[in-house]
């Protein structure tokens, strides 16, 4: 049974940071392409970023690129997104989630975490 748990989220200041993880077990839990996801309150959930099971290509949306930055130590099966200049609309619950089809133009989600909140203050 694969699975993930995401942990670092809290309560930060605006222009702060905080740096997420996503922790994987379980069978090939670190052979997956990533994804980050966050759903604020009465909000659709909204793609963050994406990372390939290599680590090589990343890609985010608009709304985070140039502040935000995932990364990933497959050793220790890890998957992590740097949170920089932090705004109030980053508040969310924030959860990752394995791509089993390996195509970011076409992926398949599952192995849901449970999430982390995060709140930024103004």
């Known amino acids: 049974q694969v699975q993930f748990v995401e942990s670092g989220g809290g309560l930060v200041q605006a222009g702060g940071s905080l740096r997420l993880s996503c922790v994987g077990s379980g069978r090939n839990a670190n052979r997956y392409a990533m994804g980050w996801f966050r759903q604020a309150p009465g909000k659709e959930r909204e793609f963050v970023g994406y990372i390939t099971w290599i680590g090589t290509g990343t890609y985010y949306a608009d709304s985070v690129k140039g502040r935000f930055t995932i990364s990933r130590d497959n050793a220790k099966n890890t998957v992590y997104l740097q949170m920089n200049s932090l705004k109030p609309e980053d508040t969310a619950v924030y959860s990752c989630?394995?791509?089993?089809?390996?195509?970011?133009?076409?992926?398949?989600?599952?192995?849901w975490g449970q999430g982390t909140q995060v709140t930024v203050s103004s």
């Open positions: 989630a394995a791509d089993l089809a390996h195509d970011y133009d076409n992926p398949v989600y599952d192995y």
